[in-house]
């Protein structure tokens, strides 16, 4: 019997959510995005997950990415979201305002998880390490198909930049002005550096800026594995749906 849950993405510039079969990792419904709110305080948040609960209209668990290293469903950071969330009980608030339990994790981790279950990490023995650039640099790190939770490489410093995301994300790109094969240099420093700390056995490619691989894939460095994530931009969206119930 197939099993379906929502699965919810909170990102700096959208949220998104599907409902998700999470014996194949597929869409069961078209992806719902309503804008970030801006400022994304955390009741002009929770009010629009709650939107999307609500458009997505379907009684099964609820998983939600969220931008922050997530320890027991409370935010301990605020990547690309108000810092009023530091040491919001993520979970609790939106139950208490849409009396609907959910389970958290950070956002990366989620894109992490869909991408060994499903993926281009699937089956994949040692290190692999799931980028996502999007609004910031998430980051999810797998070992041996296990997740390590929190693994958070958009916030080191590189090149005088702190946190890294500031300048090398895909918002950056555009907020720089610049085209994809500049920013597809600048990507490879940061995957050459990122590598070198981690030394993965694989890097998987994901985020926003996935969809345009074309466009600067060439660019990285031909002597570090690099694929495109094959979930695309909904990885976070399925990996969500996973950790939910």
């Keep these: 019997m197939t099993e379906l849950r ?21 869409l069961n419904s078209d992806r719902l995005r309503i804008e970030t709110p801006k400022p ?9 997950v709650a939107r999307v609960i609500e458009g997505l209209d ?7 990415g969220f931008p922050a290293v997530v ?55 040692g290190k692999v390490l799931v980028l996502t650039f999007g609004t910031g640099i998430g980051s999810a790190l ?6 390590v939770r929190n693994f958070e490489l958009g916030q080191i410093e590189f090149e005088g930049v702190r946190p890294a995301e500031l300048e090398f994300s895909a918002r950056a790109r555009e907020d720089l002005g610049l085209d994809w094969e ?13 590598n070198t700390v ?12 996935c969809k345009e691989w074309e466009h600067f894939h ?14 695309l931009n909904n990885s976070g969206i399925v990996g969500a749906a996973l950790i939910a119930g």
């Design 58 to 64: 379907h009684p099964g668990p609820i998983g939600v």
């Design 182 to 194: 500049v920013w597809g240099d600048r990507t490879a420093r940061y995957l050459e550096l990122v």
């Design 71 to 125: 320890v027991n469903g409370v935010s301990w950071t605020a990547n690309n979201i108000d810092d009023g969330w530091i040491g919001t009980d993520v979970a609790g608030t939106i139950y208490d305002v849409t009396g609907r339990e959910v389970s958290v994790v950070n956002d990366a981790d989620a894109a992490g998880v869909a991408e060994a279950a499903f993926g281009a990490a699937k089956d994949i023995p």
């Design 198 to 209: 981690v030394n993965p056995d694989l890097i998987v490619f994901g985020g926003g800026a």
């Design 6 to 26: 929502i699965g919810i993405d909170v990102g700096g510039t959208g949220i998104k959510g599907a409902i998700v079969d999470v014996d194949t990792g597929d």
């Design 40 to 48: 994304a305080t955390v009741a002009s948040v929770v009010q629009t």
């Design 218 to 231: 060439e660019r990285l460095p031909s002597s570090l594995k690099v694929v495109q994530a094959q979930l």
């Design 142 to 147: 797998m070992v041996d198909g296990i997740l």
